[in-house]
Protein backbone atom coordinates (compact mmCIF):
# COMPACT_ATOMS: atom_id res chain seq x y z
CA UNK A 1 0.00 0.00 0.00
CA UNK A 2 0.99 3.88 -0.79
CA UNK A 3 0.45 4.45 2.82
CA UNK A 4 3.33 2.48 4.56
CA UNK A 5 3.92 5.89 6.32
CA UNK A 6 0.97 4.90 8.71
CA UNK A 7 3.57 2.41 10.57
CA UNK A 8 0.69 0.03 11.33
CA UNK A 9 -0.43 -3.76 9.95
CA UNK A 10 -3.70 -3.82 11.19
CA UNK A 11 -6.50 -4.36 8.57
CA UNK A 12 -8.98 -1.42 8.70
CA UNK A 13 -12.34 -2.02 9.38
CA UNK A 14 -15.16 -0.67 6.93
CA UNK A 15 -16.82 1.70 8.89
CA UNK A 16 -20.54 3.63 8.21
CA UNK A 17 -20.09 6.63 6.25
CA UNK A 18 -21.62 9.83 7.92
CA UNK A 19 -24.22 11.85 5.84
CA UNK A 20 -23.29 14.73 3.48
CA UNK A 21 -21.68 18.52 5.17
CA UNK A 22 -24.92 20.56 5.85
CA UNK A 23 -27.39 17.13 5.52
CA UNK A 24 -30.16 17.43 7.46
CA UNK A 25 -30.35 14.32 9.76
CA UNK A 26 -33.00 13.52 12.61
CA UNK A 27 -31.14 11.84 15.73
CA UNK A 28 -32.95 9.78 17.84
CA UNK A 29 -32.52 10.45 21.22
CA UNK A 30 -33.72 9.61 24.93
CA UNK A 31 -34.10 11.44 28.34
CA UNK A 32 -32.57 10.96 31.27
CA UNK A 33 -32.41 12.06 34.62
CA UNK A 34 -29.59 13.22 36.59
CA UNK A 35 -28.78 14.00 40.36
CA UNK A 36 -25.56 13.49 42.64
CA UNK A 37 -24.99 10.22 44.03
CA UNK A 38 -26.20 11.25 47.87
CA UNK A 39 -29.49 10.09 50.34
CA UNK A 40 -31.87 12.39 50.72
CA UNK A 41 -33.70 14.17 47.98
CA UNK A 42 -32.01 15.48 45.34
CA UNK A 43 -32.20 18.37 42.53
CA UNK A 44 -31.91 16.94 38.76
CA UNK A 45 -30.61 17.69 35.35
CA UNK A 46 -32.19 16.88 31.90
CA UNK A 47 -29.73 14.91 29.74
CA UNK A 48 -30.87 14.95 26.27
CA UNK A 49 -28.77 11.41 25.09
CA UNK A 50 -28.12 11.77 21.05
CA UNK A 51 -28.50 8.82 18.96
CA UNK A 52 -24.99 6.41 19.54
CA UNK A 53 -23.74 8.71 22.60
CA UNK A 54 -22.63 6.66 25.92
CA UNK A 55 -21.81 7.12 29.59
CA UNK A 56 -18.06 8.15 28.40
CA UNK A 57 -19.83 11.08 26.03
CA UNK A 58 -22.02 12.23 29.28
CA UNK A 59 -19.06 12.66 31.69
CA UNK A 60 -16.59 14.80 29.11
CA UNK A 61 -19.59 17.09 28.58
CA UNK A 62 -20.03 17.19 32.66
CA UNK A 63 -16.22 17.20 33.34
CA UNK A 64 -16.43 20.16 30.61
CA UNK A 65 -18.97 22.26 32.59
CA UNK A 66 -17.24 21.37 35.82
CA UNK A 67 -13.88 22.05 34.85
CA UNK A 68 -12.52 18.66 36.47
CA UNK A 69 -10.47 15.95 35.13
CA UNK A 70 -13.28 13.08 33.29
CA UNK A 71 -11.46 10.59 34.90
CA UNK A 72 -12.55 11.80 38.39
CA UNK A 73 -16.30 11.28 37.33
CA UNK A 74 -18.71 8.07 37.46
CA UNK A 75 -22.03 7.62 36.91
CA UNK A 76 -24.28 5.31 38.19
CA UNK A 77 -27.64 3.77 37.84
CA UNK A 78 -30.00 1.26 40.16
CA UNK A 79 -30.27 -2.29 38.92
CA UNK A 80 -32.41 -5.46 40.09
CA UNK A 81 -29.67 -8.28 40.87
CA UNK A 82 -31.00 -9.63 38.27
CA UNK A 83 -30.23 -7.28 35.87
CA UNK A 84 -26.71 -5.78 37.17
CA UNK A 85 -23.37 -6.76 35.70
CA UNK A 86 -21.73 -6.97 38.75
CA UNK A 87 -23.06 -7.24 42.31
CA UNK A 88 -21.48 -4.29 44.56
CA UNK A 89 -23.25 -1.29 45.90
CA UNK A 90 -21.84 2.38 45.04
CA UNK A 91 -23.58 4.54 47.34
CA UNK A 92 -23.97 5.83 51.08
CA UNK A 93 -22.07 4.20 54.04
CA UNK A 94 -23.39 3.35 57.18
CA UNK A 95 -22.03 6.66 58.58
CA UNK A 96 -24.35 8.28 56.17
CA UNK A 97 -21.42 9.25 53.73
CA UNK A 98 -20.51 8.45 49.96
CA UNK A 99 -18.45 5.94 49.19
CA UNK A 100 -17.41 6.65 45.59
CA UNK A 101 -15.98 4.93 42.76
CA UNK A 102 -15.26 1.02 42.09
CA UNK A 103 -12.20 0.76 44.34
CA UNK A 104 -14.39 1.64 47.24
CA UNK A 105 -17.50 -0.91 46.06
CA UNK A 106 -18.92 -3.44 48.96
CA UNK A 107 -20.32 -6.75 48.13
CA UNK A 108 -23.86 -6.84 48.23
CA UNK A 109 -26.87 -8.65 47.32
CA UNK A 110 -30.50 -7.99 47.56
CA UNK A 111 -33.85 -8.77 46.60
CA UNK A 112 -34.22 -4.87 45.63
CA UNK A 113 -32.35 -2.55 42.76
CA UNK A 114 -28.93 -1.86 43.51
CA UNK A 115 -26.70 1.61 42.55
CA UNK A 116 -24.16 -0.26 40.24
CA UNK A 117 -21.10 1.84 38.69
CA UNK A 118 -21.59 2.23 34.43
CA UNK A 119 -19.13 1.57 32.43
CA UNK A 120 -18.03 4.03 30.08
CA UNK A 121 -19.53 1.90 26.59
CA UNK A 122 -22.71 1.59 28.10
CA UNK A 123 -25.87 3.53 27.18
CA UNK A 124 -27.85 4.49 30.42
CA UNK A 125 -31.86 3.41 30.54
CA UNK A 126 -33.19 5.98 32.76
CA UNK A 127 -32.23 7.89 36.03
CA UNK A 128 -28.50 8.25 36.26
CA UNK A 129 -26.25 8.80 40.14
CA UNK A 130 -23.37 11.35 39.13
CA UNK A 131 -19.65 10.81 41.73
CA UNK A 132 -16.77 12.34 42.19
CA UNK A 133 -18.27 16.07 42.06
CA UNK A 134 -19.97 17.99 45.55
CA UNK A 135 -22.94 19.21 43.38
CA UNK A 136 -24.29 19.96 40.06
CA UNK A 137 -23.65 23.77 40.13
CA UNK A 138 -22.35 24.86 36.25
CA UNK A 139 -24.46 22.20 34.54
CA UNK A 140 -27.51 24.02 32.58
CA UNK A 141 -30.51 22.54 33.27
CA UNK A 142 -31.03 20.55 30.06
CA UNK A 143 -27.59 18.68 29.22
CA UNK A 144 -27.26 17.60 25.17
CA UNK A 145 -25.12 15.00 24.60
CA UNK A 146 -23.32 13.60 21.15
CA UNK A 147 -21.97 10.92 19.97
CA UNK A 148 -18.20 11.18 19.49
CA UNK A 149 -17.63 12.40 16.28
CA UNK A 150 -14.95 10.07 14.11
CA UNK A 151 -14.08 11.16 10.70
CA UNK A 152 -14.47 8.37 7.76
CA UNK A 153 -13.35 9.57 4.88
CA UNK A 154 -11.47 12.93 3.33
CA UNK A 155 -11.16 14.85 0.96
CA UNK A 156 -7.94 15.45 -1.12
CA UNK A 157 -7.47 18.59 -0.05
CA UNK A 158 -8.07 17.63 3.62
CA UNK A 159 -5.56 14.72 2.47
CA UNK A 160 -2.67 16.80 1.78
CA UNK A 161 -3.43 19.28 4.22
CA UNK A 162 -3.37 16.39 7.02
CA UNK A 163 -0.22 15.09 5.38
CA UNK A 164 1.58 18.73 5.61
CA UNK A 165 0.41 17.93 9.64
CA UNK A 166 2.55 15.21 10.22
CA UNK A 167 4.97 15.96 7.92
CA UNK A 168 5.98 19.41 10.70
CA UNK A 169 5.42 17.09 13.92
CA UNK A 170 7.50 14.39 12.61
CA UNK A 171 10.04 17.23 11.89
CA UNK A 172 10.31 18.42 15.10
CA UNK A 173 13.73 18.29 16.35
CA UNK A 174 12.70 15.94 19.37
CA UNK A 175 11.16 13.53 16.73
CA UNK A 176 13.86 13.28 14.33
CA UNK A 177 16.52 13.02 17.46
CA UNK A 178 14.45 9.53 18.61
CA UNK A 179 14.67 8.40 15.45
CA UNK A 180 17.98 8.69 14.80
CA UNK A 181 18.68 6.69 18.23
CA UNK A 182 16.46 3.85 16.63
CA UNK A 183 18.28 3.44 13.48
CA UNK A 184 21.31 3.85 15.17
CA UNK A 185 20.14 1.06 17.54
CA UNK A 186 18.63 -0.91 14.83
CA UNK A 187 21.62 -1.24 13.24
CA UNK A 188 24.12 -2.17 15.66
CA UNK A 189 21.57 -4.86 16.49
CA UNK A 190 21.64 -6.15 12.58
CA UNK A 191 18.19 -6.11 12.97
CA UNK A 192 15.40 -7.37 10.40
CA UNK A 193 14.07 -4.79 8.12
CA UNK A 194 10.48 -6.50 8.76
CA UNK A 195 10.85 -5.06 12.87
CA UNK A 196 11.23 -1.11 12.01
CA UNK A 197 8.04 -0.48 11.24
CA UNK A 198 6.93 -1.61 14.82
CA UNK A 199 9.51 -0.05 16.36
CA UNK A 200 8.77 3.00 14.38
CA UNK A 201 5.21 3.06 16.04
CA UNK A 202 6.65 3.77 19.16
CA UNK A 203 8.09 6.19 18.32
CA UNK A 204 5.55 8.63 16.32
CA UNK A 205 3.19 7.96 19.27
CA UNK A 206 3.65 10.83 20.77
CA UNK A 207 3.70 13.33 17.56
CA UNK A 208 0.31 11.08 15.84
CA UNK A 209 -1.38 11.78 19.39
CA UNK A 210 -1.11 15.01 18.95
CA UNK A 211 -2.40 15.32 14.81
CA UNK A 212 -5.15 12.66 14.38
CA UNK A 213 -7.62 13.77 17.24
CA UNK A 214 -7.81 17.37 15.50
CA UNK A 215 -8.55 15.28 12.06
CA UNK A 216 -11.75 13.31 14.17
CA UNK A 217 -9.57 10.63 14.61
CA UNK A 218 -9.18 8.39 18.05
CA UNK A 219 -5.55 8.42 19.32
CA UNK A 220 -2.86 5.77 17.99
CA UNK A 221 -3.28 2.85 17.39
CA UNK A 222 -7.20 2.65 16.70
CA UNK A 223 -6.90 5.91 15.09
CA UNK A 224 -4.05 5.56 12.06
CA UNK A 225 -6.51 2.63 11.06
CA UNK A 226 -9.35 5.15 10.99
CA UNK A 227 -6.85 7.72 9.10
CA UNK A 228 -6.09 4.71 6.46
CA UNK A 229 -9.72 4.11 6.01
CA UNK A 230 -10.34 7.81 5.26
CA UNK A 231 -7.84 8.03 2.98
CA UNK A 232 -8.85 5.06 1.22
CA UNK A 233 -9.78 7.47 -2.22
CA UNK A 234 -7.00 9.38 -2.58
CA UNK A 235 -4.75 6.30 -2.35
CA UNK A 236 -3.43 6.59 -5.61
CA UNK A 237 -4.06 10.61 -6.41
CA UNK A 238 0.16 11.35 -7.51
CA UNK A 239 -0.18 14.61 -5.06
CA UNK A 240 -1.24 12.43 -2.17
CA UNK A 241 1.36 10.03 -2.88
CA UNK A 242 4.19 12.48 -3.76
CA UNK A 243 3.58 13.42 -0.09
CA UNK A 244 3.82 9.64 1.28
CA UNK A 245 6.96 9.43 -0.67
CA UNK A 246 7.93 12.07 1.71
CA UNK A 247 6.95 11.78 4.47
CA UNK A 248 8.33 7.77 4.18
CA UNK A 249 11.95 9.54 3.95
CA UNK A 250 11.43 11.54 7.01
CA UNK A 251 10.79 9.00 8.84
CA UNK A 252 13.39 6.20 7.61
CA UNK A 253 10.53 3.82 6.13
CA UNK A 254 12.53 4.11 2.44
CA UNK A 255 15.49 2.65 4.83
CA UNK A 256 17.83 4.97 2.65
CA UNK A 257 19.62 5.13 6.25
CA UNK A 258 20.84 1.40 6.34
CA UNK A 259 22.92 2.60 3.26
Same mark, same amino acid.
Given at each position: ??????????????????????????????? &? #? $? %???????????? @? /???????????????????????????????????????????????????????????????????????????????????????????????????????????????? &? #? $? %???????????? @? /????????????????????????????????????????????????????????????????????????????????????
Amino acid at each position: SSQSWLSDRSTPTKLAPLPAPGAAVAMACQW &L #D $L %QLLQQGFQAQKK @V /QLLDGATVGDILKKVAQYKMVPVAQLFLTEARWTDNAHCLCRVGPSSAGAITGGAADAIPYSSSGPIQVKLHRNEVPEGEVSLGGVEDLDDLPDIITVQAKFVRTELTKAES &L #D $L %QDELIAAYSEDS @V /QTALEKLQIRFKANNMAQSKYPRLLADVLLVPQRKVLPKWGFDAPPKGIVQMLTAFVPNDDDPDVALKVTILNGLIGLDMAWLS
